[in-house]
């Protein structure tokens, strides 16, 4: 039941954050990305637990853009992110809202990229990882390389915790490949 209500709340989130206020009207996203992690050991107070991460993103851009030196660009967008993290023991679905910040060649072919999302987790404790609250942050670096037109391939270093809100904190650290189409 309660992985049903997580579904709910997140899909809700979605809509409502895609749909913007009743006559409002909203940019259409302008990518989508896939973020895969199929192993990656849990390192942290006792934790010796392989987990799984999936993650689907949508991303709006800021208006804001600013040159930098060789002509390189910086851009932000607004990234609106759902997935899951699973191992052994259970899952939980993940629901995040946050800026990223682009550092992007000429070209746009090769792109460097931080953000931070804050990020509701549906079940604290997906098995033998207890992540103290519902309440997370995630927050990455990473490398994108455009593949062809709009058809991006990247890697990222993320942290996932609760910045300490709770006693227990053990952290997620996982590298994870992106795949990611724009238009």
Known sequence: MRQWIGRGVGGLMLVALYAGPVGAELPAPHAVGLLVLER????????????????????????????????WQARAELVVAAGGISDDGGHAFTWSVGPTLFMATPTDRLSLHAGVRPTYISNTDPGPIDLGIH?????????????????????????????????????????????????
């Open 40 to 71: 990656e050991l849990a390192r942290g107070s006792a934790l010796t637990r392989d987990y799984e991460q999936r993650e689907v993103y949508l991303a709006w851009p800021f208006r804001w853009t600013h040159p930098l030196n060789g002509g």
């Open 135 to 183: 309440l997370q942050f995630t927050s990455h670096v990473g490398i994108m390389l455009r593949l062809w037109r709009g058809l991006y391939f990247g890697w990222r270093l993320q942290h996932i915790s609760n910045a300490g809100l709770a006693s227990v904190n053990p952290g997620l650290n996982p590298s994870t490949a992106e795949f990611r189409l724009a238009w």
